[in-house]
């Protein structure tokens, strides 16, 4: 089958540290290829694949733009990307896109089945808004409680797919040892994923804390105003930064447990599987 997959361009596929859904992505794209499918992937600059790479941006959006850019340039990327995916659709026989609501216009021009994968939030109100207008367009969930937002809505779900993870690294690590006594938090800092809360945990558990956290540009303020000042007043908290898929299975694994105080409707959260495949509690 031919298959042309379209990723969002803020990370490469795969991402050199944080990045969930290219993680996602770059696993479905090599294990498609392997099962013998012509894959085309679309995707930001810097992206390494097994399948055909369609570079749509010279380097990836997130670490390369400002928080205005972010806001007003990286839409119409996207919608230029997807535009040049369509205008190739009689090349595919599906178009799967990881692109998000950006792709909903263009699945009725398309000659070619489109089906698009939501790995965001889906409580927000202009959801509500938008969805409706493409009931006939076939969407992807990553978890059921993904969709439970909604559920009153006329929505052509698909199915679910959850997402993956790719064992190798965590067969080939030192998994369950937990000798170091540490909780440790892995993701982004951003006020959605609390890192006060995990700072606070930790003192009340009387445990020493490790962030392994990525800080992008639209989260910066928040990290110099709200946590950067948590973690230097406290001689517990250690912000080890950002760090990519070969550090973090040992990183986790010495941990005595993963801390995950979100403060919104995770649809899925990878860290958590990747945690209890290095053998440590969340």
């Known amino acids: 089958m031919r298959i042309a997959l379209v990723s969002p361009l803020y990370e490469p596929v795969p991402p050199p ?50 928080r205005a850019e972010l806001e007003f340039t990286a839409p119409h990327l996207h919608l230029k990307m ?12 599906v178009i799967h896109s990881h692109a998000d609501i950006w792709t909903l216009p263009f699945v009725a021009q398309s000659s070619t089945p489109i089906v698009v994968t939501m790995h965001g939030r ?6 509500r808004t938008v969805l409706p207008l493409y009931p006939n367009t076939p969407l992807i969930s990553i978890s059921d409680s993904q969709r439970e937002p909604l559920a ?31 909780l440790a938090f892995v993701g982004r800092i951003t006020a959605e994923k ?6 606070e945990v930790a003192r009340r558990a009387g ?11 639209l989260d910066q303020e928040y990290w110099t105003d709200e946590i950067e000042p948590l973690i230097a007043a406290d001689p517990n908290v250690e912000f080890v930064g950002e760090i990519g898929e070969a550090e973090k299975p040992e990183f986790l694994s010495r941990a005595a447990g993963l801390v995950f105080p979100i403060d919104w409707p995770e649809p899925f959260g990878l860290v958590m599987i990747e945690s209890m495949a290095a053998g440590t509690p969340v």
């Open 122 to 127: 889906l409580d927000l109100d202009n959801l």
């Open 194 to 199: 609390r890192p006060d809360w995990a700072i």
């Open 152 to 182: 009153d809505l006329d929505i052509r779900w698909a199915g679910t797919c959850y997402n993956g993870l790719d064992l190798w690294e965590y067969q080939h690590a030192p998994v369950g040892i937990r000798q170091d006594r540490y």
């Open 82 to 93: 997807l535009a040049d995916v369509c205008a190739r659709a009689g090349d595919f026989d």
């Open 17 to 66: 540290k944080y990045g969930g859904t290219e993680r996602v992505i770059d696993a479905l794209a090599n294990e498609l290829v392997r099962r013998g499918h012509d894959v085309t992937l679309f995707a930001a600059g810097g992206s390494r694949t097994d399948a055909k790479l369609v570079s749509c941006s010279r380097r990836p959006l997130r670490t390369t733009m400002s």
């Open 207 to 217: 445990m020493r804390l490790k962030i392994a956290a990525k800080v992008d540009p």
